[in-house]
Each structure stands twice: as structure tokens, then as C-alpha cells.
DNA sequence: ATCGCCTCCTGCGCGC
DNA sequence: TGCGCGCAGGAGGCGA
């Protein structure tokens, strides 16, 4: 579910809870997860936690021996959880408690999420250390997006989602970057303009940003660390409108599949 | 190397 | 009301 708008909210929502807390007991319930969790997960008991870092989609939960590595997948969050009366729900299938009275959970129906725990020792785990610029710093600019995309056949919309090339653009934001930036998602991105480019990645950064100031995009069930909804879907002028008038120029919005994704866009604001 | 297809899993909304 | 079907904010891995 989440993309990088939803991952940071739910990242600055459970700092607060989580920074300079001691992790007084985990409690797995499902160790099945994308891939199991690890028996070292165990390690952080114990820890003080040091920061709540952000890596693309992941979150890194820091301490002195070491940090956990969280990734939400399709349908995953974060909760805090304050009173202890609260039942655990079903698909809650890890419990953190903290040394300040809060219980973190982890909650995600389909798994497709991960919990990984990496020792200060070891290198860089190998799903962080082939990432690409974060979206939002001045690495992520034209120029390497220009040079991401020469000679690529692929489609641009399908560029832009690759972890490699960027990370957090998900199949929301990337139709809705596409439509701002008036380029048709089915495009080869090899044939992307350097002047396309500028306005793609201007694009990216400005409704990545609008939508983390809205707390997200909630379709049906993401919620941030307090249980509330993102406020972003309003925002959208794309995704998930397929019939719809364009808010642009009111011809019907249309929808394919790309790279196995429904994909959402005008044919007239979009060449 | 690059690209496109498959897969993991549960839940929900729709049409019949 | 119940069922089957298709689809869903991700992305690694595999085979062509």
C-alpha cells in the first residue's frame, strides 16, 4: 500500500514514541512475513533506540548493535498504541514494547511486508545498498534522470517506479507525476526529452511533497500511527478516474496496464 | 544487461 | 445472502 508519502508519515508519526525509548520485549506472532523474520530480530530487546531513519520505503529503526529494517509492502502499518487495553487485532503480527509505556504493532494482512535486523557490524544490507536518490534531495535532478533513462525501451511510468533509478514512486504517484508533467506514462524512456525530464522530476517532488503535507493517500486502508487517514486522495486528478472528466481539459481520463499496474491518464494533457 | 511476467497473501466490492 | 471473480499504495527473482 504505501508509498514514500505514507511511509514518512507513518515515520514521523512513531519517532516521537520510539526515539531514546529502551525496546523492553518483542513479541512475534508471525514470523512469515515477505521473508521471515530472523531470529536476531530478538537482539533488539534491550536496545535504546537511537533514530527513526527513512531509506526510500523502508524504515530503519536505529540502535548502538544494530537496526531493524521495516518495510510495509501492500498493506502494511505502523501503529502506537497507548492503552493497554487495546486488543491486538488479527494480522498484528509483531508487538514492540517500549520503556515509556507504549506498544508499537505491526499490522499487515497480506505480508508482503518485511522485518529484517541488521548488525552494526555488517555491511549494507543488500536491499538498501542498490538504491536510488531519494526524490526529494537535490540528487535526484534532470541530469540523472536524463542519463537513467537513454536507450531504455521501458516504459517511463515503469522507469520511474524502479527503486534503482528512484526510490518511492509508487503506481499512485507516478501517474499523477506523469499527468503533471504532461508525458504519457506508455512513453519508451529513451525517447524522454531532457526538458521532460526537468519537469518530471520538478513534478515527483511536488506532489510527493504536497501529499506527505496531507498525511498521505488513503484508497481504503492506510492509516498513520494514530489510526487516521491521509488526506491526499482529494488531491489526485488521475489515479483511479478512469471515465472521469479531466479537471484539465474534461476529455475522460483513461486507464491501461502497464508492467502489470493500472495506469491512469489524459490523452490530450499527456503527449 | 534489459525487460516483462510471476509470485507472495488477504480482503473487499462487484455482478450474478 | 452467498459465491466467484478481479483487483489492490510493492518489488525481488527468474527466464527469455
Known amino acids: 500500500m504505501p508509498e514514500l508519502p505514507e511511509v514518512e508519515t507513518t515515520r514521523r508519526g512513531i519517532e516521537p514514541y520510539l526515539l531514546n525509548a529502551t525496546i523492553t520485549s518483542i513479541t512475534v506472532h508471525q514470523w512469515q512475513l515477505r521473508w ?4 536476531s530480530i530478538k537482539q533488539l530487546k534491550n536496545q535504546t533506540i537511537n533514530a527513526v531513519n527513512r531509506r526510500g520505503k523502508y524504515i530503519l529503526i536505529e540502535t548502538d548493535t544494530g537496526k531493524a529494517i521495516v518495510h510495509l509492502g501492500m498493506s502494511g502499518s505502523l501503529r502506537i498504541v497507548t492503552n493497554v487495553n487495546e486488543p491486538k487485532r488479527k494480522h498484528d503480527h509483531v508487538e514492540m514494547q517500549l520503556s515509556n509505556g507504549a506498544l508499537m504493532r505491526l499490522h499487515d494482512p497480506r505480508r508482503f511486508g518485511c522485518l529484517l535486523w541488521q548488525a552494526a557490524s555488517e555491511p549494507t544490507h543488500s536491499l538498501l545498498d542498490k538504491l536510488g536518490p531519494e526524490p526529494l534531495t537535490d540528487e535526484f535532478d534532470a541530469g540523472h534522470l536524463i542519463e537513467a533513462t537513454r536507450k531504455k525501451k ?8 524502479n527503486s534503482h533509478i528512484v526510490v518511492g514512486v509508487g503506481n499512485i504517484y507516478a501517474s499523477e507525476a506523469l499527468f503533471m508533467a504532461g508525458i504519457r506514462p506508455g512513453r519508451a524512456a529513451g525517447r524522454i526529452t531532457y526538458a521532460e525530464c526537468s519537469k518530471l522530476v520538478e513534478a515527483i517532488k ?3 511533497q504536497q501529499s506527505i503535507d496531507q498525511g498521505g493517500t488513503t484508497l481504503r486502508d492506510f492509516v498513520n500511527s494514530d489510526g487516521e487517514p491521509g488526506y491526499f486522495k482529494q488531491s ?5 478516474k478512469e471515465g472521469e472528466d479531466c479537471q484539465q481539459c474534461g476529455n475522460a481520463i483513461k486507464q491501461k496496464i502497464l508492467g502489470q499496474r493500472s495506469t491512469f491518464y489524459c490523452v490530450v494533457c499527456q503527449k
Open 36 to 39: 521471515a523474520i530472523p531470529k
Open 154 to 161: 521501458v516504459a517511463i511510468k515503469n522507469l520511474i517506479m
Open 206 to 208: 511536488i506532489i510527493l
Open 236 to 240: 489526485l486528478f488521475v489515479y483511479g
